[in-house]
């Protein structure tokens, strides 16, 4: 047998080694992905221009973000369906404590503990009900929307003080890619981490897989399960920080729809609906082509109402494939 690196010395490129290059689990969204750039910038090449790529970048973090979070839930076979009212509260009550004359960089901080309140709720009433995760989170749903219409007043809010450093640092760029971007790369690169490497990440996996066997082994279901719904919900409020750091005004139905977007990019990037697996590269890489499906909607003058139902069926063919694949793992 003629060894691969002989092969490449050679100058006859092993088969062995392609494969080894392309046989990751991601490796069919990297494909996918390379194919939607090219359909959209082929024909129109200001796609590839600086101030399109930084507009699709920072629409991707503020749901890539709170997707990193929702991949532990998945892979626990559990949603949280309540993340677009975390990060619209997030949003506005930070605002509002910032037109009252609180220090903006106090005000996120707020909003972040908020958000961790707001997700331990949902996973304590999950335990205490006795009832999936998906089903409280769609009351809740409802419930954070509320607060946030009820502290608006269903009014938005503007006048934020645009030279205060939260605003330059968090709404600007750093080395040119904008704040947000470089925020949510660091997320996802501890959070691949903790998912992958840590005793925490090792147990979200378990419980997925058989929660019935972790919690013969002596797992703390209901306590991993607050855990990572506060996680979730610290990440919903980060993104929702950043939103209005950008965008420098709350609107009161800012973030409806969120959610479907970040169950859509788990599902797309790869996380089984099964449980017992995730993957947080997956997860970017699935926020990515939604956002690049609405791009290409715009340059391709498809009407905006659209994008959603796009975004539908976009879900619904990756849970048939994913079901395809257990189906042939299974068999």
């Given at each position: 047998?003629?060894?691969p690196?002989t092969e490449i010395?050679?100058g006859r490129?092993?088969?062995a080694?392609?494969?080894?290059?392309?046989d990751f689990?991601?490796?069919?969204?990297?494909?996918?992905f390379?194919?939607?750039v090219?359909?959209?910038g082929?024909?129109?090449?200001?796609?590839?221009?600086?101030g399109?790529i930084?507009t699709?970048?920072?629409?991707?973090t503020?749901?890539?973000?709170?997707a990193?979070?929702?991949?532990f839930?998945?892979t626990?076979?559990?949603?949280?369906?309540s993340v677009?009212?975390?990060y619209?509260v997030?949003?506005?009550s930070s605002?509002l404590?910032?037109?009252?004359?609180?220090?903006p960089?106090?005000a996120?901080?707020?909003a972040?503990?908020?958000?961790?309140?707001?997700g331990?709720?949902?996973?304590i009433?999950?335990?205490?009900?006795g009832v999936?995760?998906?089903?409280?989170?769609?009351?809740?749903l409802s419930?954070y929307?509320?607060?946030n219409l009820i502290i608006?007043?269903?009014i938005?809010?503007?006048?934020?003080p645009?030279d205060h450093?939260?605003?330059r640092?968090?709404?600007?760029?750093?080395?040119?890619?904008?704040t947000?971007?470089?925020i949510t790369i660091l997320?996802?690169?501890?959070?691949?981490?903790?998912?992958?490497?840590?005793?925490?990440?090792a147990?979200?996996?378990g419980i997925?897989?058989?929660?019935i066997?972790?919690?013969?082994?002596?797992?703390?279901?209901?306590?991993?399960?607050?855990?990572?719904?506060?996680l979730?919900?610290f990440?919903a409020?980060?993104?929702?920080?950043?939103?209005l750091a950008?965008?420098?005004t709350?609107e009161?139905?800012?973030?409806?729809?969120?959610?479907?977007?970040v169950?859509?990019?788990?599902?797309?990037?790869?996380?089984?609906?099964a449980?017992?697996?995730?993957t947080?590269i997956?997860?970017?890489?699935?926020?990515l082509?939604i956002t690049?499906i609405d791009?290409g909607?715009?340059?391709?003058?498809?009407d905006?109402?659209?994008?959603l139902f796009?975004?539908?069926?976009?879900?619904?063919g990756?849970?048939?494939?994913d079901?395809i694949?257990?189906?042939?793992?299974?068999g």
């Amino acid at each position: 047998m003629t060894d691969p690196g002989t092969e490449i010395a050679n100058g006859r490129p092993s088969a062995a080694l392609w494969r080894r290059l392309i046989d990751f689990d991601e490796a069919g969204l990297l494909l996918a992905f390379i194919v939607m750039v090219l359909v959209i910038g082929i024909p129109y090449p200001e796609f590839f221009h600086l101030g399109s790529i930084e507009t699709v970048l920072r629409q991707t973090t503020f749901v890539a973000i709170i997707a990193f979070g929702m991949v532990f839930l998945v892979t626990m076979v559990e949603i949280d369906l309540s993340v677009g009212g975390i990060y619209a509260v997030a949003i506005m009550s930070s605002a509002l404590l910032i037109k009252a004359g609180i220090d903006p960089w106090i005000a996120a901080v707020v909003a972040l503990a908020a958000g961790v309140a707001m997700g331990a709720l949902n996973g304590i009433l999950c335990n205490l009900l006795g009832v999936p995760l998906i089903i409280v989170s769609l009351g809740m749903l409802s419930v954070y929307f509320g607060i946030n219409l009820i502290i608006s007043h269903g009014i938005a809010v503007y006048g934020m003080p645009r030279d205060h450093s939260f605003f330059r640092l968090i709404g600007g760029d750093v080395a040119g890619l904008p704040t947000p971007v470089w925020i949510t790369i660091l997320a996802g690169i501890i959070l691949h981490f903790v998912l992958q490497h840590t005793r925490y990440g090792a147990i979200v996996r378990g419980i997925g897989s058989n929660i019935i066997a972790a919690e013969f082994l002596g797992v703390r279901v209901t306590r991993i399960r607050v855990v990572t719904t506060m996680l979730v919900g610290f990440l919903a409020a980060l993104s929702g920080v950043m939103t209005l750091a950008f965008f420098k005004t709350a609107e009161p139905t800012i973030g409806t729809g969120i959610e479907l977007r970040v169950v859509a990019a788990v599902v797309i990037g790869g996380t089984s609906l099964a449980g017992g697996s995730g993957t947080i590269i997956g997860a970017a890489l699935g926020t990515l082509l939604i956002t690049l499906i609405d791009s290409g909607l715009v340059f391709y003058g498809v009407d905006s109402n659209y994008s959603l139902f796009v975004t539908g069926i976009v879900i619904v063919g990756a849970i048939a494939l994913d079901r395809i694949a257990k189906r042939r793992k299974s068999g």
